[in-house]
C-alpha cells in the first residue's frame, strides 16, 4: 500500500492557473501508475489524466486536453497535475490515485483537495 496526499487546490478566477501536487510514502514510488480523478456533490467521479509508471506515457481526459498536463517526479515520490486555463466546471474536489501493474484498478486514493473556479 501507497499513502497519498494532495496539495495546491484553492480558489482561482476563470482562466487562471494552479499547479496540484500528489507525494507518495510507504511504497515505492515509481512503481506505480499514477492518476488524477475528480468528483462534484452528486456526481460519479471523473478520470482526468493518467501516467504510466514505465515510459511516463500520459492520457488525459478530452474535456481537460489541451488545459492540464499530467507529469511525474520519482526522485521526489511526486505526481503533479498542472491546471491552465481553468473554467467554472473544472471546480471539484481532485483526486490522486496509484496503480500497481497486478492490479486492474486504482486502489490507492488521496483525501482530495478543493479546486474551486470562479466565474
Known amino acids: 500500500q501507497v499513502q497519498l496526499v494532495e496539495s495546491g487546490g484553492g480558489l482561482v478566477q476563470a482562466g487562471g492557473s494552479l499547479r496540484l501536487s500528489c507525494t507518495a510514502s510507504?511504497?515505492?514510488?515509481?512503481?506505480?501508475?499514477m492518476a488524477w480523478f475528480r468528483q462534484t456533490p452528486g456526481k460519479e467521479r471523473e478520470f482526468v489524466a493518467f501516467?504510466?509508471?514505465?515510459?511516463?506515457?500520459?492520457g488525459h481526459a478530452a474535456s481537460v486536453r489541451g488545459r492540464f498536463t499530467i507529469s511525474r517526479d520519482n526522485a521526489k515520490n511526486t505526481v503533479y497535475l498542472q491546471m491552465n486555463g481553468l473554467k467554472p466546471e473544472d471546480t471539484a474536489v481532485y483526486y490522486c490515485?496509484?496503480?500497481?501493474?497486478?492490479?486492474?484498478?486504482?486502489?490507492?486514493w488521496g483525501q482530495g483537495t478543493q479546486v474551486t473556479v470562479s466565474s
Open positions: 490515485a496509484a496503480r500497481g501493474d497486478d492490479k486492474s484498478e486504482f486502489d490507492n
Open positions: 510507504g511504497s515505492t514510488f515509481s512503481s506505480y501508475n
Open positions: 501516467i504510466n509508471r514505465s515510459n511516463g506515457g500520459t
